[in-house]
């Protein structure tokens, strides 16, 4: 019930595509979730971060999307760019925990 | 620049050997975090401190230890290593305990156990 499925585990977008990385959690106790990004050779950093209150959360060229009834909640990335290659992890956590859950991970790759 | 400082940045260990991994913030943050991370599993927390002087186990705490005796320094201990613990360690932190913050992570320590 911790679990948070990410999907898929890589993905190839042409330049000026649109990206979009999804997840899925089954404890409805998680009212929080971030996205991080991490660049090779180096450690994640936060992108973006929804609650549930909303449906639909953009930060410039990246949009979350949330599901509140399907337990699920995605990743968008509009006009994708080589340098939006990188990994991205989904995570889940609440109020009180002690730790954020993370996804498995997704390996995106921007071909110019 | 502030931030999360890893040591070493790789190391190639011999099974049976005792390493410690390395861990300084100069943040002032009172929670840090070690992971690991694997192709596939994403990343899973092996142990935390909400604040200097406490611990606690994440979770896939077998095998590791930690020890918080101030604010800035969060050693990892692998005591006895092994090859199931060859993994990318990522050490973070986090300006308050819980998980709602935002976290910090440092460059990554790759271990190799052989």
């Known amino acids: 019930q911790q679990q948070v499925k990410q999907s898929p585990q890589s993905l190839i977008v042409q330049k000026g595509g649109i990206s979009i990385i999804n997840c899925a959690y089954e404890?409805?106790?998680?009212?929080?979730f971030p996205w991080y990004q991490q660049f090779p050779g180096k450690g994640p950093a936060l992108l973006i971060a929804?609650?549930?209150?909303?449906s639909e959360k953009k930060e410039g060229r990246f949009t979350i999307s949330f599901n509140k009834s399907a337990k699920q909640f995605s990743l968008h990335i509009m006009d994708s760019q080589p340098g939006d290659s990188a990994t991205y992890f989904c995570?889940?956590?609440?109020?009180?925990?002690?730790?954020?859950?993370f996804g498995q991970g997704t390996r995106l790759t921007i071909n110019p | 620049i502030a931030g999360i400082t890893q040591a070493p940045t790789s190391q190639i260990l011999a099974a049976g050997r005792r390493m410690t991994l390395r861990c300084t913030q100069d943040?002032?943050?009172?929670?840090m975090y070690w992971y690991r991370q694997d192709l596939g599993l994403g990343l899973r927390l092996i142990h935390y401190?909400?604040?200097?002087?406490?611990?606690g186990k994440g979770e896939v705490p077998d095998g590791y230890s930690v020890s918080r005796a101030n604010t800035d320094d969060f050693p990892l201990t692998l005591a006895s290593a092994v090859p199931s613990q060859t993994s990318v360690y990522f050490c973070?932190?986090?300006?308050?305990?819980?998980?709602?913050?935002?976290?910090?992570f440092g460059e990554g320590s790759r271990l190799t156990v052989l």
């Open positions: 995570a889940a956590t609440y109020q009180g925990a002690q730790k954020l859950v």
């Open positions: 401190s909400n604040t200097a002087g406490t611990t």
């Open positions: 973070a932190s986090s300006k308050e305990a819980g998980a709602l913050g935002e976290l910090f």
């Open positions: 929804i609650r549930p209150d909303v």
């Open positions: 404890n409805t106790a998680f009212d929080y």
């Open positions: 943040m002032r943050h009172n929670a």
